[in-house]
Structure formats: C-alpha cells, structure tokens
C-alpha cells in the first residue's frame, strides 16, 4: 500500500527540489561504482525516471538522497547484468559498506549546509548581498567591486572577513550541536 498520493502539480512540487538536491550526490555515488561516465549517466537517467515512477513510495521527511542511493545500487547491479559493459568495480559486502558511507556523509554534508545558510543569516545584509554577486550570480571580486564602488584589494580583504566569520559561526554552531 503506498504511503501516499500526490496530485500532479503537488507530487512535482514536492518532487523536484528533493530530486535537484540531491541529483549531485547520487551521480557521485553512481560514478564511484561505475567507470564508463556515458554508462554511469545512462544509469542516472534509469534512476530519475525510476525516482519519479516510485515517489508515492517515499515517505515524506525522510532522506531523499539516501533513497535515491538505494534505488541506484539496485539499478547498477540491473544494468550490469544487462549490458555486460563492464564489471563493477567493487562489489558485495564492501559495496553495502560504501552504500553506507555514502548516506552518513550525504546527512552530515546536509547538517553542515543547514548551520552554513544559519550563519549567512546572522551576517549583515551588506555581506549577504556580496556573498550573493560572488555565489549566487558567479560574479568576479573585480566585477563585484565595480558595481559597489569598492577597490578590488579592498572587496578581497571584505571576503576574507565574511569567509573567516561564516566558518567561525560553522564550527561554533556544530561543536554546540555535539
């Protein structure tokens, strides 16, 4: 019995920003299995689809990517068998352990990422919106001074700033969290 039912306009609600976070962490983990690139992407693709197809499977609140994972170690083995392309490069029970490894460190770099945008908040809306040209919209420290009236020396020094103050804030907030 599913767990529950999505309307179409709810279910791609739901569904895309979950399959877009974690679409990196899966390829990763379907290339760590698979050496061929062209293969590992073909297999990515069985996987979205098949992510989609079994979303009213997923139970809600739960870790996507490490869903995500599961359903990948089982289309590797599937595509394997069919195409006879390559051998896995590990398998058994040392695959079960990577599997593992792969959802502890996908929740860890999520926790990290969570206290990271925590600590953007408490900056100034000044260095948010510096941080925002530099990783938002890829601008140059060059291009960035230009366009707030700053020297590029100055901006650089500005960065290093908020660069020491985020991690500060990170490692603070996750050693309280221990």
């Known amino acids: 019995m599913k767990s529950h ?11 895309f920003p979950l399959y877009i976070a974690s679409q990196k962490r899966i390829f990763s983990y379907i290339l760590m299995m ?13 996987v979205s689809s098949l992510l989609w197809q079994k979303f009213d499977d997923y139970k809600p609140g739960t870790h996507f990517a490490a869903w995500g994972v599961k359903i990948a170690h089982n289309k590797i083995y599937e595509y394997s068998r069919s195409k006879r392309k390559y051998h896995l490069l590990f398998e058994g029970e040392f695959l079960e352990i990577c599997a593992d490894k792969a959802e502890k460190s996908s929740q860890l770099f999520d926790s990290r990422l969570k206290v990271l945008n925590e600590c953007v908040q408490k ?3 000044k260095d948010r919106e510096l941080l925002k040209y530099r ?12 366009e707030v009236g700053r020297t590029a020396h100055g901006l650089y020094k500005v960065m290093t700033r908020i660069h020491k103050n985020l991690s500060q804030c990170v490692r603070r907030t996750i050693a309280q969290q221990q």
């Open 123 to 125: 900056l100034s809306d």
């Open 135 to 146: 990783y938002e919209n890829g601008l140059t420290i060059k291009k960035i001074a230009e």
């Open 5 to 15: 039912k999505f309307d179409d306009k709810k279910r791609s609600e739901e569904f």
């Open 34 to 46: 698979v050496p061929n690139v062209n293969d590992a992407e073909e297999i990515l693709q069985e």
